[in-house]
């Protein structure tokens, strides 16, 4: 049975508190790691907070506090350490892109109950039927930046990272009962591989949902609302959509208000939003009507055969994955499927280089993919 933690977590927010859990660290070949960020409260999201669990002591560690975290790349980066995540995905991207770490050595508890076919596998969920232990994800969204973190965000935090060391265990026996950790295995190399998190703001208004019915000239407005909504969101460092919503942006764009009376009449904005944004907002469009318009750029039609191979692997998956009792992506990565419908390899070597990531599922599933393929069809023309 698994107990519940009875020392407080350890605060790290000097260097020499850092360099005190690192002399610790040594001592250990399996970390349990999770992050919290901001995403929700901050124009530029950053990691608010890294937790670190031995089988002894929890660790939460404040980068807000300790700009250079450089002293844990080796830990990250060994492969001696393995270092378990719960959905790992994102906390790996935040912490590439933050501190700049490479890792090695990840297992991850979700990806391993995927591969087992688990139906729930949220973290509460699986702790809850492995140890009839209760987590509540009551701060999922919170605040991370906040400075002092109230003690129930600490608690919630430790939380996240205390059982995992316990979880990997079930989880590992799990998978090598059923012979399945090279495949899991697979996938944790992946997620080794994810690349650093972008903050990929373009302002591009085609990426704003329910701008597709739009003229190209509403486009050119709703492109200079967008910019307009982007300026105000960095100075008041927070996220754009807390800023204006899509659905406003995309309703003055599609009526193009020429003045206050005729931005209010459309109902989308209560009277602070009013008084805050009606001066920019008015502004945006005028500059937006005197804009060339904005086409949107149309992407080739994939070819046919394309298309007949994506479908083929498409229900190849699906039924291989009911075989298996697992979600479909588990069996072949979207990636991976439309990598081997464009490339349309021809033979063993062909598609050993479009799987090299997968090589289990090449092993295992090669022959039945090559079989999917049709013989000398043309790769697909530019189907992204």
Known sequence: MVKPPIEPPIWVDTYDDLKRMLRDLEHYDTLAVDTESNSLFAYREQVCLVQISTAESDYLIDPLALADLSGLAPVFASPQVEKIFHAGEYDVMCLKRDHGFSFNNLFDTMIA????????????????????????????????SKRPLPPEYIHYARLDSRYLIALRQRMLSALRASQRLELAQEDFDRLRATPAAVDDREMDCRRVSGSNDLTPQQMAVLQALCEYRELQAELRDLPPFKVLQNSVLVGVATACPQNKTELE??????QRGLEQHARGLLKAVRHGLQSPPLVRPRNPRPSDAYLTRL??????????AAGMGVESDVVLPRDVMEALAGAAPGSPAE???????????????????????????????NHH
Do not use: C
Request: glycine content about 8%.
């Open 311 to 320: 479908d083929g692997l498409r229900e190849w998956r699906k039924k291989t």
């Open 265 to 270: 009449h459309l109902g989308l904005l209560n």
């Open 351 to 381: 598609l050993a280089t479009v799987m090299a990531t997968v090589p289990w599922r090449q092993a295992h599933f090669g022959n039945a993919i090559l079989e999917l393929m049709i013989p000398n069809s043309e790769p697909a023309r």
């Open 113 to 144: 109950a995927r591969v087992l076919g688990r139906k729930e596998v949220g973290l509460a969920a699986l702790l809850n039927a492995e140890f009839g232990i209760e987590i509540k994800k009551t701060y999922q969204r919170a605040n991370w």
